[in-house]
C-alpha cells in the first residue's frame, strides 16, 4: 500500500514536473588511460564539492575579507585542498516557495508585497522561479527574472485547503533544480504542518541534501503562537497544541541544518520585509570553498563536512555534508 501510494503522489507530481533520478554534478569527463576499456573511453566524474559559507562575527553581522588561507575544510576527518574560493557573492538560482493553504489567507496581501520587494531587489544575474502548495503544487514561474510578472501571478491566487508539505520539498529538489549548477537556495513560507504529503520527511530531506540547495524556512510557528494566544485570550478553542508547534518546529530546523540553511521567525507576518532582507543579504555576504575529494569511490555515500575558519569567537553556517554521486557502472 505505501508504494502504492507513493506511486500515484510521484504520477501527480509529474504533471507540473519532469521527475528524474539524481545523478550528481555532471563534470568533464577523464581522459586518462584507466578510463578507456574496451576500446571506448569510460566516462568518470570528478568530484567537486561546492560548500557556501556563511561566517558571522560573536555580536552579529558577517565577517569579511577572509582569505583562502583563513578557511580549513574536512570531509569524513580527512582535510581537503581548496581549489575553489571566492568571497564575492556568486549567482544564484532560487525557489521562492509560498505556502497558500487557508491558514495565511489573512495574510496573502503582505505575503504578495514581501516577496515582490524581495525578488525586485535580487542581483541581474541572479535568477528565481516560484512556486505554490496547498494540496497541490504548481510552478508558477520558471527560472528567469521577470520581476512585472509577479504581482500579476500571486493577484490570481486564492489561499484554501490543506497543505503537501514533504511533497513539495521533495519535487523543489528533485525537479526545480533538475540540472542547475549555480549556487542554489529555496526560501520556504511554512510552519511545518503536513497534512496529505505521500512523501516522507526523511525521503524530503534526502531529496533537499542531494539537490545541494539551501533551504531558509520561514517559520510560521511564532506568528502562529501568538496568533492562538489572542484567541485563546478570546475564548476561542482554535488551536494547536503547543507540543505539535514545538515538534514541527524541529522538523524544519533539522531540514535547514542539513542543507546549510536557516531558519527564521518572523513574529507577525508584516515582517516579512525584513526576513526576506536578511535572507538576500545572507547570500550576498557568503564565501563559496570548493574542493575535490581524496575519496574517489563514486558509491552514493553520505560524507561529512567540517569547515573550521581563523576568526576568533567566528559562527560557521554551512551544509554538514553531502551525497557522492553514483558511478553508473557499480549499479
Given at each position: ?13 509529474a ?19 584507466e ?12 568530484n ?13 553581522g ?17 582535510p ?52 505554490t502548495f496547498n ?9 528567469g ?45 511554512s ?67 542539513k542543507t546549510?540553511?536557516?531558519?527564521l ?12 532582507a536578511?535572507?538576500?543579504e545572507?547570500?550576498r ?35 554538514p ?11
Amino acid at each position: 500500500m505505501r508504494i502504492r501510494n507513493k506511486f500515484w503522489a510521484v504520477f501527480s507530481l509529474a504533471v507540473l514536473f519532469s521527475v528524474s533520478l539524481w545523478s550528481g554534478p555532471q563534470q568533464p569527463p577523464s581522459d586518462t588511460p584507466e578510463a578507456r576499456q574496451g576500446g571506448f573511453k569510460v566516462s568518470v566524474k570528478v568530484n567537486m564539492v561546492t560548500v557556501p559559507v556563511t561566517v558571522k562575527k560573536p555580536e552579529g553581522g558577517f565577517i569579511k575579507g577572509l582569505q583562502k588561507d583563513d578557511f580549513r575544510i574536512y570531509e569524513d576527518g580527512v582535510p581537503q585542498e581548496i581549489t575553489l574560493f571566492s568571497q564575492e557573492g556568486l549567482p544564484t538560482r532560487i525557489a521562492i516557495v509560498l505556502d497558500i493553504s487557508g491558514s495565511v489567507r489573512s495574510a496573502w496581501g503582505t505575503i504578495m508585497q514581501a516577496t515582490r520587494g524581495f525578488v525586485e531587489h535580487l542581483h541581474p544575474e541572479d535568477q528565481f522561479a516560484l512556486l505554490t502548495f496547498n494540496n497541490e503544487i504548481r510552478l508558477k514561474m520558471d527560472w528567469g527574472n521577470e520581476t512585472d510578472r509577479v504581482n500579476e501571478v500571486l493577484g490570481s491566487i486564492y489561499c484554501k485547503e490543506n497543505t503537501r508539505l514533504w511533497d513539495t520539498v521533495w519535487a523543489v529538489s528533485s525537479n526545480t533544480f533538475k540540472g542547475i549548477e549555480e549556487k542554489k537556495a529555496v526560501i520556504i513560507m511554512s510552519d511545518g504542518q503536513d497534512t496529505e504529503s505521500s512523501i516522507s520527511y526523511q525521503e524530503a530531506v534526502e531529496a533537499a541534501v542531494r539537490s545541494e540547495a539551501a533551504v531558509y524556512v520561514v517559520s510560521k510557528t511564532e506568528a502562529l503562537r501568538q496568533l492562538y494566544r489572542m484567541r485563546n485570550e478570546e475564548n476561542s478553542n482554535y488551536s494547536i497544541p503547543h507540543e505539535a508547534l514545538a515538534q514541527y518546529d524541529l522538523l524544519l530546523r533539522n531540514l535547514a541544518y542539513k542543507t546549510g540553511g536557516r531558519v527564521l521567525y518572523p513574529n507577525l507576518f508584516g515582517q516579512l520585509n525584513d526576513i526576506y532582507a536578511e535572507v538576500n543579504e545572507e547570500l550576498r555576504n557568503q564565501y563559496t570553498i570548493g574542493y575535490i575529494s581524496n575519496n574517489k569511490a563514486n558509491d552514493g555515500s553520505y560524507r561529512n563536512i567540517d569547515v573550521r575558519v581563523k576568526a576568533p569567537g567566528a559562527s560557521i553556517t554551512a551544509r554538514p555534508g553531502y551525497y557522492a554521486p553514483i558511478d553508473p557502472r557499480i549499479l
